[in-house]
């Protein structure tokens, strides 16, 4: 997909309205339109790449983004609580969007881990 039509690079650019939550040199992240949790946050790299593994060897950014994550979840007050990071990948996982993004979720008591109610 041409990065020109990806969603979240629009989001990064401003030509899509976002609910910030923190920025920095290489991060953007943003409240996730359809919460999953009390907080749901997305942290996407501001440069594209399609998922974890493109991501993966930009090991700076990666590592930007994870803690940026783990900033949010002291901004928002669950780091004490609890809190999940997640790379969703692939059909099974219900990837929707193809811009590499880390979702921060916690606030409440999650779910486990797998199948659908499990
Ligand atoms: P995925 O399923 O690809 O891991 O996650 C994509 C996430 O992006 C979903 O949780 C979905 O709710 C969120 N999302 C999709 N479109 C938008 C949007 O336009 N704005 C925001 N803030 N989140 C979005
Ligand atoms: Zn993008």
Known sequence: MPESDCLFCKIIAGEIPSSKVLESDTTYAFRDINPQAGVHVLVVPRTHYE?????????????????????????????????????????????????AHLHVLGGEQLGHFGRPGG
């Open 51 to 99: 998922d974890a593994e493109e991501l993966a060897k930009a090991p700076k950014e990666l590592a930007d983004v994870i803690a940026t994550g783990v900033e949010i979840a002291k901004q928002e007050g669950i780091d004490q609580s609890g809190f999940r990071l997640v790379f969703n990948t692939g059909e099974h996982a219900g990837r929707t969007v193809f811009h």
